[in-house]
């Protein structure tokens, strides 16, 4: 996606793109009348454009509770949304302009809170304006944090996905109960608990991230 709003990446060049690669990426030896895709959080300032290049398609936007979203990703090694203050995107440039606030005149956690914030209002913008069978947002901490009937309802009524059986059911309280990714994969899971919120990340999260949530479903 054109994140940086480059002059000669027109949207329809973008949407012919993506259509392009996802066609490529779901290939198989055979015929799949189903894919699906978990595309890095970076994109939601695009979602626009997987949006228009599959209008059909179903859209899960998964957010975090604002304070320990903004924490875990302002943790060192963790904290990549600082870099958003030299090279922001064109929705978080949009952001901050409506907002009249400078990037340089912000702590590191504030631009990450920021960058956030735009993120989920650019999820919140297109989730609105999108058909309720097509798109919806859903809150990882109250509605599926290892809440495997909530996640069985989401897979049959709104994906259309067959979750009657023993075996997938089994295979999806399996997941619910380990971590997903980075280097403790496949660990048991007990959720965020340990997840240190400093006051800067309250202030930060109260002036854009806690605030964007609000207003949003």
């Given amino acids: 996606a054109n994140l940086y709003d480059e002059n000669d990446c027109q949207l329809d060049k973008q949407v012919k793109a993506m259509q392009d690669i996802v066609g490529l990426i779901s290939r198989t030896k055979g015929y799949e009348t189903k894919v699906y895709f978990k595309l890095h959080p970076s994109t939601t300032g695009n979602i626009d454009v997987a949006a228009t290049a599959f209008p059909e398609c179903k859209r899960i936007f998964i957010y975090r509770e604002a304070n320990t979203l903004l924490a875990k990703n302002t943790q060192r090694k963790k904290n990549s949304c600082v870099k958003m203050r030299n090279h922001p995107t064109q929705a978080l440039k949009e952001y901050i302009t409506e907002r009249k606030v400078n990037l340089e005149e912000m702590t590191d956690e504030m631009v990450c ?56 059911r089994k295979k999806i309280d399996d997941e619910l109960k380990i971590k997903a990714n980075g280097r403790q994969r496949g660990e048991p899971w007990s959720g965020d608990n340990d997840i240190y919120i400093s006051e800067q990340v309250l202030e930060a999260s109260l002036l854009f991230l806690k605030k964007e949530a609000t207003s949003s479903p």
Wanted: hydrophobic share 40%; aromatic share 6%; no cysteine.
């Fill in 113 to 168: 809170s920021a960058y956030l914030a735009s993120l989920l209002r650019a999820a919140t913008i297109q989730n609105n304006n999108s058909p309720p069978d097509t798109s919806i947002m859903i809150s990882y901490d109250d509605d599926i944090n290892m809440n495997s009937e909530m996640v069985m309802n989401i897979l049959s009524t709104f994906l259309n996905i067959n979750v009657e059986s023993p075996q997938i």
